[in-house]
């Protein structure tokens, strides 16, 4: 049994790509089954997705702790998540990065996988959402089903027009993943990769401990339950951002709609009269942006740290 687990945010698809990939493998006669686990956070929490693949019937429904394969949407996920837990022996981890695949080499794998995904998605789909591009990298560097199926299921789930996108992303990113195998690492190039065995050592060091892709809740009296999620203010959110808000002064009126829009109260009035977002808090969505009746506020993509 093929065990696949898959690291994204809200609002990324990492439980459609979970599905299609299923999809298509029962469209080839295999048994499979696809699942989140995600608590009750928003758009930008990290969210995890399980899928396994089999020849047989599948009886377990647990989520996967020792995955064979490990796919990751966002890079940013990486200084705060420990995406290798319990990754197996020889598995192989693929990634959403403009590094090439040594970067994330480690000896346990038997093979590393990297593409570009949030560049040719924003190329072709014009949105930052990455499922189907990495869907092109994971059939790329597994055999557990064809391309082909692949693409009649991302047929089947979306109208002609996305799913023309969605097949085009998805076969730029199979034809640019750049994999690395064990292989083919001689002894002298294990020193010069960088590795991602030490991902929850260097959050530490940054003062931010890696989390666990499961999610902790706490029991209170008299029973209710929270979770140690977005909404508290000690719970720093802005680890959930793909994208920030830049704004521009000169173009800016000081009508504080970006305050009253934004759904996390990210937005604090400076001396000037300026409304400026607190990135500790700001996910990202990108609402103050569209609100802003001027233009004054733009996105940019957050530069990729790990």
């Not at 189907?132 to 597994?142: D, S």
Request: with cysteine; aromatic share 8%.
């Amino acid at each position: 049994m093929l065990e696949i687990r898959i690291h994204g945010r809200g609002g990324q698809g990492a439980v459609t790509s979970a599905e299609l990939f299923a999809q298509a493998a029962i469209m080839e006669g295999k048994y499979a089954q696809a699942f989140p686990s995600f608590g009750p956070e928003r758009r930008g929490a990290p969210v995890v997705a399980f899928c396994r693949i089999d020849e047989r019937p599948i009886r377990l429904r647990t989520n996967i702790n020792e995955p064979d394969i490990v796919m990751v949407l966002d890079p940013s996920l990486l200084q705060v998540v420990d995406v290798t837990a319990g990754l197996v022996e020889q598995g192989i981890l693929i990634i959403n990065s403009r590094k090439g695949p040594h970067h994330f080499m480690m000896k346990k794998l038997a093979g590393a996988a990297s593409i570009d995904a949030a560049r040719i998605a924003l190329d072709i789909l014009k949105r930052p959402i990455t499922n189907t591009v990495m869907l092109g990298a994971l059939v790329r560097i597994t055999a557990a089903v064809e391309v082909e199926s692949l693409i009649e299921a991302i047929r089947q789930r979306f109208d002609a027009e996305n799913a023309a996108l969605n097949v085009q992303a998805l076969q730029k990113a199979f034809t640019e993943t750049l994999i690395l195998y064990s292989d083919d690492c001689t002894p002298a190039d294990w020193d010069s990769f960088a590795g991602t065995a030490n991902i929850a050592a260097a959050a530490a060091a940054r003062g931010k401990p890696a989390l666990d892709y499961g999610f902790r809740w706490n029991e209170l009296k008299p029973g209710c339950v929270i979770t140690e999620a977005g909404n508290a203010s000690s719970f720093r959110t802005g680890d959930w951002r793909s994208f920030r808000p830049v704004l521009n002064k000169e173009r800016c009126i000081r009508c504080g709609l970006c305050w009253v829009f934004c759904p996390d109260m990210a937005y604090r009035e400076n001396p000037e009269g300026y409304y400026i977002v607190d990135l500790d808090y700001c996910k990202g969505c990108g609402i103050c942006a569209q609100e802003c009746p001027v233009g004054a506020i733009h996105l940019e993509k957050e530069v990729e740290m790990v």
